[in-house]
């Protein structure tokens, strides 16, 4: 079945630990997203990459970086750096045509606390 | 399973009665919006979308309607289900490029019998 597959489900970081989520799609979509979710907010933007070998910061990328070396893959890591890690992060796709948006479909999600 | 939302705004409906979710967006560019569903543990699930060429759109049991002169948007459930209960959000693409959302902050269902 075609989706998008986030792993691991749960993590844990160690302070001062980098932690890297990862996030595979097999759908053949252009544009892939990262959201960090905290209860009672909506979800909010990290970095999202239209193609492959770009991408773009979103509205919270302070802490985090990704890369897109692979159109199926967009792995988001979590540095020392970002200071409050524990959320709910979800990464999503959408494919990118000529006619105007199209919806973006989500994983399951991973919940990373600190330990 | 992890809560998405512990403060968000709560509806409870019956089971078998209609829901309205309603949803205020704040972008008067923004030109498509999207429906999903989230239960919890899990990531959002689409519904409906709706450009805004349209007032109405429906689907398998779901109505959304946009009202662009004062910025809402509302979802429909007709005779909700205990299946139904979950967050749902509402998203607008906000600056209109590179298929970004704005995401509100969701309603929570709850389905009584």
């Known amino acids: 079945d075609g989706g998008i597959t986030q792993s691991p489900k749960y993590l844990f970081r160690k302070e001062g630990q980098n932690v890297t989520l990862s996030c595979e799609q097999n759908?053949?979509?252009?544009?892939m997203y990262w959201y960090r979710q905290d209860p009672g907010q909506g979800l909010r933007l990290i970095y999202y990459?239209?193609?492959?070998?770009?991408?773009q910061k979103g509205d919270i990328a302070e802490g985090y970086s990704v890369s897109r070396e692979k159109k199926e893959s967009f792995p988001l890591t979590v540095t020392s750096a970002q200071k409050n890690p524990t959320a709910f992060y979800l990464c999503?796709?959408?494919?990118?045509?000529?006619?105007?948006?199209?919806?973006?479909?989500f994983g399951d999600g991973t919940r990373l606390s600190i330990l | 399973g992890e809560s998405v939302g512990l403060h968000l705004p709560t509806l409870s409906v019956q089971e078998g009665d209609n829901s309205i979710i309603n949803c205020a967006y704040s972008?008067?560019?923004?030109?498509?919006f999207i429906w999903y569903k989230q239960e919890s543990g899990k990531g959002p699930q689409f519904i409906i979308d709706?450009?805004?060429?349209?007032d109405k759109r429906q689907g398998q049991r779901v109505t959304v309607l946009l009202n662009k002169t004062v910025k809402h948007l509302s979802l429909q459930i007709a005779a909700t289900q205990p299946g139904d209960s979950a967050v749902y959000f509402c998203?607008?693409?906000?600056?209109?490029?590179?298929?970004?959302?704005?995401f509100g902050t969701g309603t929570r269902l709850q389905v009584t019998l």
């Open positions: 999503a796709s959408t494919l990118r045509t000529g006619v105007g948006n199209q919806p973006q479909h």
């Open positions: 759908l053949n979509h252009d544009a």
């Open positions: 990459s239209q193609i492959v070998n770009d991408f």
């Open positions: 972008n008067s560019a923004s030109d498509y």
């Open positions: 709706i450009r805004s060429n349209m």
């Open positions: 998203a607008e693409n906000g600056e209109g490029t590179a298929s970004k959302l704005t």
